[in-house]
């Protein structure tokens, strides 16, 4: 342990008045029969808190059993999360609209399967159509070279955040996926590591590069005999205070080395794998690898590194494109004469659709 815990005396959470709708009892046997499922923490964490939100909002217009609740409800909820707006005056976004309605569909599905409903009011609700958007930032490798060269390494803490570092770009996995490795999951002599329970419960074994095995094996070493106090869990990373790290403490600690860095962007732990997947297909990788690392389950959501891949285009377009700075008289006729069997066959098939024209 680096530095002792100020533990202040937290004050619980005074009681709010939704917290009396019986429409709790209800979410109590849902989130029950979610986790007998086998349905992940992360997952549990997010119905509860979306559907906290429903019966709250339920709650203000007498709504407490799930028979109450109609499809044109459901429909007055959407449009509320469609209007509603955030501190900052920002609308909520399609994905957090998406978020928040798909446990409420799952629970009224829930709700007709065990017989507290006689026909399911979610099922015929449409869900907002998520634009599919591309990555708003990727930064380059010289920027990931300077982002990760911003840690102390003359500290212990810096020593560990410059290993954190490297592991995320080195292997691209998610912030929750490195919060929660554990150190039997790390393979520094074979170069590789374990994600276990990853996004849908899949297990995988990614690839971890020489430079990230070395910071690692640094880390293991030097840093975190120093952090860990009483029993050891287990976790690979420890803060300073020698508790595992939380997803939020792990994105706050990245964001503050991507602001000293002088990045003016949107995002902390994900940034690195979005880095990797597109600097990896830049590089020549297949796309079927890049999604393995990743652990994508459709290759239509790797698929979108191809389009962030830019520099392999504009090579191509750099090469063939008329409209370049410099051309040779030699080169410009030798593309010409190369050309004309094109030329030719394009006359013909434009001679032939002439010809079917004038024939009908």
């Not at 690839?207 to 840093?223: F, N, Q, S």
Request: glycine share 8%; with cysteine; net charge positive.
């Amino acid at each position: 342990m680096l530095r002792k815990k100020h533990r202040s005396g937290a004050k619980p959470r005074a009681p709010r008045a939704a917290d009396r709708n019986p429409l709790n009892l209800y979410l109590a046997g849902f989130l029950e029969w979610s986790a007998a499922r086998g349905l992940s923490d992360q997952t549990l964490e997010t119905r509860e808190n979306a559907l906290r939100r429903f019966i709250a909002w339920c709650d203000e217009r007498d709504l407490a059993h799930p028979k109450d609740v109609t499809l044109p409800i459901l429909e007055r909820y959407q449009r509320y999360l469609y209007h509603y707006r955030k501190p900052n005056g920002e609308p909520l976004t399609f994905g957090t609209q998406q978020t928040r309605l798909v446990p409420v569909k799952a629970f009224f599905q829930w709700a007709t399967r065990e017989r507290h409903l006689l026909y399911n009011p979610a099922s015929e609700l449409l869900l907002p159509r998520l634009p599919r958007r591309l990555p708003k930032y990727i930064l380059s490798v010289a920027d990931i070279e300077s982002l990760i060269s911003q840690p102390d390494i003359a500290t212990p803490s810096g020593l560990r955040d410059r290993a954190i570092l490297e592991t995320l770009y080195s292997t691209g996995i998610r912030r929750m996926e490195l919060v929660e490795l554990e150190l039997y999951d790390l393979d520094t002599r074979g170069g590789g590591l374990t994600v276990r329970g990853g996004k849908g419960g899949r297990d995988r074994v990614v690839p971890l590069g020489a430079r990230a095995c070395l910071w690692l094996d640094r880390y293991l070493e030097e840093v975190r005999p120093l952090l860990v106090t009483g029993q050891d869990a287990g976790r690979c990373f420890l803060t300073d205070f020698g508790e595992p790290f939380e997803k939020n403490r792990l994105g706050d600690l990245v964001k503050g080395y991507i602001e000293r860095a002088g990045f003016k962007v949107i995002g902390s732990c994900h940034l690195f794998r979005h880095a990797m997947a597109t600097h990896m297909l830049e590089n020549g990788a297949d796309i079927r690898y890049i999604q393995a690392i990743l652990g994508h389950h459709d290759l239509d959501t790797t698929a979108i590194y191809t389009q962030v891949s830019i520099h392999k285009l504009k090579e191509i377009h750099a090469a063939t494109h008329p409209a370049k700075l410099e051309r040779t008289v030699t080169q410009t006729r030798r593309e010409s004469s190369s050309a004309k069997p094109l030329f030719a066959a394009l006359d013909a098939e434009n001679a032939q659709g002439a010809g079917a024209g004038t024939g009908t």
